[in-house]
C-alpha cells in the first residue's frame, strides 16, 4: 500500500478464532527495513465472529500488511479473517462506536419477551419518532441507533 496520511489509516476486519490449541493470529506492519507486530490474539476466541481493528501508521514511505496465522498441534484449530476494510484517520479507542459507518461490531440481539429493538439510522429523520440530529455530526446526515417497542 502506499504511505498512510499523517494522521494515519484504520484497518477494520472481523475475525474467527476457534479450536483447543487453536494457536495465535498477529498482524504485521512491514515496510522495506522493519517488521512491527501491531495486533495479536492468541487461543481460543470462542464459536463467533470477533470485530477487530489496528491503526497504520506509516507516512514515509509504502508498506504491506502481513495477516499471520500461526496453528498449534491439535486437529481442530480455525482461524479466519473476513469484511477487511481500510478508512482514513487513526482507529478510535477499543469499544467505541458513534454509528457513523456501521455497528462497529455491536450486536443487537433483543429479548423477545420485553419487544424491544435497536435499529440503525442513516441519513436524518423527520423527528417524530428519533432525534432529527445525531451528536457527532450534529446534523440530519449522521447516524444513530434507537430502539422502539414493538
Not at 62 to 91: H, K, M, P
Not at 113 to 141: A, F, I, M, R, Y
Request: charged share 20%.
Amino acid at each position: 500500500m502506499e504511505s498512510t496520511p499523517p494522521h494515519g489509516e484504520c484497518l477494520m476486519f472481523w475475525f474467527y478464532m476457534e479450536g483447543r490449541d487453536v494457536g495465535e493470529f498477529n498482524i504485521h506492519l512491514q515496510t522495506s527495513d522493519t517488521l512491527v507486530k501491531l495486533w495479536s490474539r492468541i487461543g481460543d476466541q470462542g464459536n463467533r465472529w470477533r470485530h477487530g481493528r489496528v491503526s497504520l501508521f506509516n507516512p514515509d514511505t509504502s508498506y504491506q500488511v502481513i495477516f499471520e496465522a500461526v496453528t498449534g498441534e491439535a486437529t481442530r484449530r480455525d482461524i479466519a479473517i473476513d469484511d477487511l476494510t481500510v478508512l482514513n484517520g487513526a482507529c478510535p479507542p477499543e469499544g467505541f462506536c458513534d454509528f457513523e459507518m456501521d455497528l462497529c461490531g455491536w450486536v443487537n440481539n433483543p429479548p423477545a419477551e420485553l419487544g424491544v429493538d435497536w435499529d440503525w439510522l442513516s441519513g436524518g429523520t423527520d423527528g417524530s419518532l428519533v432525534p432529527n440530529k445525531d451528536h457527532t455530526t450534529k446534523s440530519s446526515l449522521g447516524s444513530l441507533l434507537f430502539y422502539f417497542w414493538l
